[in-house]
């Protein structure tokens, strides 16, 4: 049976619910608190979840509350779902009264009063308020609370809270005064009128807080820093650490840079100082360089046993021990006060008297940064340079400071071995760059050179200069010719090569010959004999294009760049030169030697060198390579000779492998998929095979391969190719002989397009 909220049980007023099929009896007997007595309470009615009314013990009423008709029927949850996590947050206060505070006859206490709308019950917490002095939290824990006498039997319900009501909780009376804005929208929801919130009075006792602390503060002195509890600071400052880098200069006789590490914990002002060993110092153990605690600013030695005390005696009578009296004084007068480090002290450039030895702070880490910075305004962390070991020690001779140099090269071994006599006593061979060596290995650029010699036979003696990248050494053998008179061979053994005009026999080591030195056009004196370079290998110039940072004269914008600039003022007299009949269709060509010429006229020699028109010819080349050929029975023979030797005989999971990345069996298939066919079936073939093999299968259109073709050229039992000799498949089935003829023939259109003069022209003009 469902009835209006406020009406009164008449008929008329009450409504049976006609979709109710289930009629439970009520409980009539319980146990509480161990009395077994009969049960009066009433069991919550369904509600509508949309409901406005916020009533647990009455069901809310439809939209249209003036309406004679009975509502209609809806789907009905229990309170305890259709409200679950809806409270009703109210504002409150109430005044405790004061016996011992004469200023303060009473105390604002403010709460907070909570109703739970799923089961009606209510909850008082006070906020908490520092330096308050009285225990707060939850005052009244979560229950139904009943009303004041006379109505004791029944709960506080939500028609009783509201704002600007006084409410009797416990014997304590609680004044409202406001809420939050869900408790507004859900008691106006409910035709609940809330009025405003009021303003709630000042406490009196905090009030006197107040003034007590500003009088402390103006009494005490303005300089003087704030006194902070140890424990406080250990829970505001627990786990942060400034950590500094610094050193100690040691200037005893075998003392060096000590490279050390400072930690300055915040949480109790502590600090510790470790070491850093570099690598190799023959120094090992502890690294700690200074424990754990306060450092004291001042040190002028260790005290004696005895002269510090924590108590200063002012008089002791008595001859023994056992019968001895004494007067202590408690003010410790004569007592000097220690002082000792704090983070205000500690700055980049600050010198630290680490009992007698002094440190100096050299940088810190980011998050002592941004603490100085947000604390002390501090925007600038420059690190100081440490002062570094050096094999040239200063020694007085004469009165005066001068540096001890090593003595010069005596022409016995390398520059680098004779350093490391002269620097330790134990001398070790020098370490080569080992780096370099497996990054490099095989690495070789070779030249064609001629001897430049006033002696005509010597003029026309062809010499290749091979560079090694992996240790920069140089060798030089001759072509021998037939009839010429000489040998030929081995000219010049692998070795560095200096540079001219140095001092061989100085203290300092020599400049040696750099890849970038060698290049075409290039005149150089190797050992006493003068070279000019007139051509280089196709691995050279490719090895030097594909670098350019490390070989200028192949830089291909760098070169552009400057024939732009000396062509731009005589575009059109270059173009016509280039190309006299003036034909300059989609592919106009011209030759090496006639753009090398044509060049030279607006470059010397000196700003435009061969090499750069070589990789500018190279660049623009309009010459093509052949494609390799490949014979497809040799290249089926070497595979089956493979297969043979690996006694491979799984066609079938071929069949299914294919059928698996192919499942609607197209008839042809792209390359990746026969790549990932090869390698998961584990045939035994290399790189160089793959590659001959995926060249020699019939492809179509869109370059995709044949299926059948593919298992075709694999099947050994029905189509089967005579053998072959084992051979080298890498070099000898499918030769790839470089293209050595690239540059000779210039594609003029591209070499025009990339120097971009037309555009401008046609700018200039409209």
């Known amino acids: ?40 309470r009433r069991e919550p009615e369904l509600v509508e979840p949309n409901g406005i009314v916020a009533d647990p013990k009455c069901p809310p009423v439809p939209a249209q509350i003036n309406s004679l008709w009975a509502p209609k029927a809806t789907t009905k949850l229990p309170p305890w779902l259709a409200y679950d996590k809806q409270v009703l947050c109210f504002s409150a206060y109430f005044k405790e009264n004061l016996t011992e505070i004469y200023h303060a006859p009473y105390q604002v206490r403010k709460v907070k009063i909570y109703f739970y ?24 824990h979560r229950q139904r609370i009943p009303k004041a006498p006379p109505t004791d039997r029944e709960f506080i319900s939500i028609f009783d809270l509201n704002v600007d009501i006084d409410v009797q909780i416990f014997d304590r009376i609680y004044h409202i005064s406001g809420c939050d804005i869900f408790t507004r929208q859900f008691l106006n929801r409910a035709g609940i009128f809330v009025p405003e919130t009021q303003q709630e009075p000042s406490d009196p006792t905090t009030e006197i807080r107040k003034r007590s602390g500003l009088k402390q503060t103006a009494s005490s002195c303005p300089s003087a ?4 509890h140890s424990f406080a600071q250990f829970l505001e400052f627990d786990r942060r650490v400034l950590k500094f880098q610094g050193y100690w200069n040691d200037r005893s006789e075998f003392g060096d840079v000590r490279k050390l590490e400072i930690c300055y914990y915040l949480a109790d002002d502590t600090i510790d100082i470790k070491e850093k060993f570099p690598r190799n110092s023959g120094r090992e153990g ?27 005696l002012l008089n002791v009578l008595g001859s023994n021990m056992r019968d001895v009296r004494y007067v202590a004084d408690p003010l410790n007068t004569g007592q000097k006060p220690l002082h000792y480090y704090n983070d205000q002290d500690l700055q980049i450039g600050a010198v630290l008297n680490v009992f ?7 940088g810190c880490d980011q ?13 600038e962390f420059e690190c100081q340079p440490i002062p570094e070991r050096s094999d040239v020690r200063p020694y007085t001779q ?58 005509r036979d010597n003029g026309e003696r062809e010499f290749v200069i091979s560079y090694f990248l992996a240790d920069d050494t140089v060798q030089i053998y001759e072509s021998s010719r037939r009839n010429s008179g000489f040998l030929g061979g081995e000219f010049l053994k692998k070795a560095r090569v200096p540079l001219p005009g140095q001092d061989m026999f100085g203290s300092s080591r020599p400049e040696y010959y750099r890849a970038n030195d060698f290049y075409i056009g290039r005149t150089m004196t190797l050992k006493d004999h003068i070279f000019h370079i007139v051509s280089a290998d196709e691995f050279t110039l490719m090895y030097m294009e594909q670098h350019p940072s490390e070989f200028p004269v192949a830089d291909i914008q760098s070169i552009m760049q400057k024939i732009r600039d000396a062509v731009r003022p005589q575009y059109k007299q270059f173009v016509l030169q280039c190309k006299p009949d003036g034909d300059l269709g989609d592919f106009t060509t011209v030759g090496f030697d006639t753009l090398r010429s044509t060049l030279l006229l607006y470059l010397s020699k000196e700003c435009l060198l061969n090499h750069e028109i070589v990789t500018v010819c190279r660049y623009f080349s309009a010459e093509q390579a052949m494609p390799p050929s490949c014979d497809r029975n040799r290249v089926r023979a070497a595979a089956q000779l493979e297969l043979k030797r690996a006694l491979w005989n799984s066609v079938d999971e071929l069949n299914d492998h294919l059928s698996h990345i192919n499942p609607g069996c197209k008839p042809y298939i792209s390359e990746a998929q026969v790549r990932s066919t090869l390698r998961g079936c584990r045939l035994p073939f290399s790189l160089e095979l793959v590659e001959d093999i995926l060249m020699v299968l019939q492809r179509n259109g869109q370059n995709e391969i044949e299926v059948r073709d593919f298992l075709a ?19 000898e089935l499918c030769p790839k002989l470089p293209f050595l003829h690239k540059g000779r023939l210039v594609d003029f259109t591209w070499f025009l397009a990339y120097l971009g003069l037309e555009e401008e022209l046609k700018r200039a003009n409209s």
């Not at 009406?7 to 146990?31: I, N, S, V």
């Not at 004696?304 to 924590?310: C, D, N, S, V």
């Not at 060596?437 to 430049?452: E, M, P, S, T, W």
């Not at 189509?719 to 080298?728: F, K, R, W």
């Open 286 to 312: 502890p690294s700690t360089f200074l424990k754990r605690g306060k450092l004291p600013k001042e040190f002028t030695g260790l005290p004696l046993p005895g002269q510090q005390t924590a108590v200063t």
């Open 117 to 140: 709308l799923e089961d009606g019950t209510m909850q008082v917490t006070e906020p908490k308020v520092e330096n308050s002095g009285i225990p707060q939290g939850c005052l009244v």
């Open 713 to 731: 050229f694999f099947n050994m039992r029905n189509d089967q190719v005579p053998d072959i000799a084992p051979l080298n498949i890498a070099f």
């Open 367 to 379: 998050f002592t940064q941004s603490y100085y910075r947000e604390k002390y305004g501090i925007q």
């Open 356 to 362: 007698g030895r002094s440190v100096v702070l050299t």
């Open 225 to 228: 820093l704030p006194k902070r």
């Open 398 to 455: 004469g009165g005066g400071m001068t540096k001890r140099r090593l003595p010069p090269y005596n022409g016995w071994g390398s520059h680098e071995d004779s350093e490391g006599n002269c620097i330790t006593v134990e001398p070790k061979p020098p370490q080569a760059d080992f780096k370099k060596l497996f990054k490099y290995d095989g690495c070789i650029l070779r030249f064609g050179a001629k001897l430049v010699s006033a002696i």
């Open 1 to 40: 049976m469902m009835r209006l909220p406020g009406m009164p049980m008449l008929p008329g007023a009450q409504f049976y619910d006609r979709g109710k099929r289930r009629h439970p009896r009520q409980q009539t007997l319980m146990h509480y608190q161990g009395i077994q007595m009969l049960s009066d």
